[in-house]
C-alpha cells in the first residue's frame, strides 16, 4: 500500500527507495565514466573531438529507444525482474568497454549500456507511486533523482582515480563489476509492495496516453532539459581540461563540485513541489513553476559561462546552472508521477524520459561539431542555452491538464 512518512510501512518504503537510490547510483557513475575517461581514450584511439560526440551520444540512442517498451514491461511485470536484469546486462556492457579495440567496439559496448540502463527511471517512477502516499511524492522523487547528480559528482574523481591507478580500460572493467555486486543487493532484498495500489499486471492505456496533448508537451519540454543535463554529463570534464587547462586530477575533483549542487538542487526540486502543493497549488503548477524557474535560470547561468574570466567562476557558475538545472529535473519526473493515470505512470514517465533522451543524444554531437569547427565551446554554451529556453516556453504553456485513461 502506498505510505507517507509515517505510515505503517515506512521501513518498506525506505528500503525499496534506498535500493532504487543505490541501483541508480551505479547506473550515473557507469554512464558518466566515459567523459572523463575520453580524452585518454581520443589520445589512444585518435579520435577527433566530432568522433567523441558521436561516441559520448550512443549510449542515449539506445537507451531512448528502449524507454517505450521498458516502461509498458514495468507497469506489466513490476520492477524487481526488469531492474536485476537490466542492472546485469549494463554492468557487462560497462565491463566491456574496457576491452574494446576500436572506435565501433567502444559504440557498441556504450549502445548495450543504453539499452540496459533504460528501466532505472521509470522503475523509480513506479516504486514512489507504489510505495509512497500523494503527499510525500514529491521528497521521494526528488532522492531517488539526485542520483542523477550524486553519481555524476562521484564518478569524476573515482574514475579519475582509477585511470591513474590502472588505466581507463581497468577503470572500466573495474566499475563494471561493481554493478555486478549490486545486482545481487537487488534480487536478495527488493521486493514490491504487499498489496500495492497499483498492481503490476495491469496494462498501461497506451491509446488514451498516446492522444493526449500534455504527453507529448512533456516529451518536447523535456528535450531541453535533457539537452542542458546531457551537455555537461558528456562535455564538462573535457570543457575543463581544453578550455581551461586543468589537468586529469584536477578536473576529477573540479568536475564534481556542480554536480553536488546538482544533488541538492535535486532534493531541493522535490520539497518546492511538496511545499507548493500543500500551500494550494494544483498538482500540476505545483510541479510546473520549479520546472520553468528551474530550467530559465539554469539557462542564463550556463549562458554566463562562456564570459567566465577564471575556472573557478565558470566552475562556480555551472553550479549554479546545475542546481536550477536538477531543481527542474526532479520535477520533471514528479509531474510524470502527478499527470499520469495510475495504470500508466512508468508509461508516461518512459515517454517524457525519451523526449529528454533524444535532445540528450543530440547535445554531444552538437557540442563536438561546434568544438571541431571552433575550438572552443563557447557556441556550445549558447546552444545549451538556447535548448533549456524552448523546454521551458514548452512546459509553461503545453502542459495544462492530466493525462485521463
Known amino acids: ?42 589520445a589512444e584511439l ?17 537507451y531512448a529507444a528502449a524507454q517505450f517498451p521498458v516502461g509498458a514491461l514495468i507497469d506489466r511485470f513490476g520492477s524487481r525482474r526488469l531492474l536485476a536484469a537490466a542492472l546485469a546486462l549494463w554492468s557487462a556492457a560497462q565491463a566491456a568497454t574496457g576491452l574494446a579495440a576500436s572506435l565501433p567496439q567502444l559504440i557498441a559496448a556504450r549502445l548495450a549500456l543504453g539499452a540496459g540502463e533504460a528501466p532505472q527511471f521509470p522503475v523509480g517512477a513506479r516504486v514512489v507511486r507504489s510505495w509512497f502516499a500523494p503527499a510525500a511524492r514529491g521528497i521521494a522523487t526528488g532522492g531517488f533523482n539526485s542520483v542523477s547528480t550524486l553519481g555524476p559528482a562521484i564518478a569524476p574523481p573515482l574514475v579519475a582515480a582509477l585511470i591513474v591507478a590502472i588505466g581507463w580500460r581497468g577503470a572500466f572493467v573495474a566499475t563494471g563489476l561493481a554493478g555486478l555486486a549490486v545486482a545481487a543487493v537487488w534480487v536478495a532484498l527488493f521486493r514490491d509492495p504487499p498489496a500495492p495500489s497499483e ?60 554536480y553536488l549542487f546538482g544533488f541538492a538542487g535535486s532534493l531541493a526540486g522535490g520539497l518546492v513541489c511538496d511545499r507548493l502543493q500543500a500551500a494550494g497549488f494544483s498538482a500540476i503548477a505545483s510541479r510546473k513553476v520549479p520546472i520553468v524557474a528551474g530550467l530559465v535560470i539554469g539557462a542564463v547561468f550556463t549562458g554566463l559561462t562562456i564570459l567566465a ?10 553550479a549554479v546552472a546545475l542546481f536550477f538545472a536538477n531543481a ?10 502527478a499527470v499520469a493515470p495510475a495504470e500508466g505512470v512508468a508509461s508516461v514517465g518512459a515517454v517524457q524520459n525519451t523526449g529528454g533522451l533524444v535532445g540528450g543524444a543530440l547535445a554531444p554531437v552538437v557540442t563536438g561539431v561546434f568544438v571541431e569547427a571552433t575550438h572552443s565551446f563557447a557556441a556550445a554554451l549558447g546552444a545549451t542555452a538556447l535548448a533549456a529556453l524552448a523546454g521551458a516556453a514548452v512546459y509553461a504553456f503545453g502542459v495544462r491538464r492530466p493525462i485521463s485513461a
Open 309 to 318: 574570466a577564471t575556472s573557478g567562476v565558470a566552475v562556480a557558475e555551472i
Open 328 to 337: 527542474a529535473g526532479a520535477s520533471i519526473w514528479a509531474l510524470a508521477v
Open 1 to 42: 500500500m502506498a505510505v507517507g512518512a509515517g505510515g505503517p510501512n515506512r521501513s518498506g518504503a525506505g528500503l525499496a527507495l534506498g535500493l532504487v537510490i543505490a541501483a541508480g547510483l551505479v547506473n550515473y557513475v557507469d554512464r558518466s565514466a566515459l567523459s572523463v575517461a575520453g580524452p585518454a581514450i581520443a
Open 46 to 62: 585518435k579520435l577527433r573531438p566530432g568522433q567523441l560526440g558521436v561516441l559520448l551520444s550512443a549510449f542515449l540512442w539506445a
Open 199 to 258: 498492481p503490476p499486471t495491469a496494462r498501461a492505456p497506451w491509446a488514451a496516453l498516446l492522444r493526449a496533448p500534455t504527453l507529448w508537451a512533456m516529451a518536447l519540454g523535456n528535450a531541453g532539459s535533457g539537452y542542458m543535463n546531457w551537455f555537461y554529463a558528456a562535455w564538462l570534464p573535457g570543457y575543463l581540461m581544453t578550455e581551461r587547462h586543468l589537468t586529469l586530477p584536477q578536473t576529477g575533483w573540479a568536475a564534481s563540485v556542480p
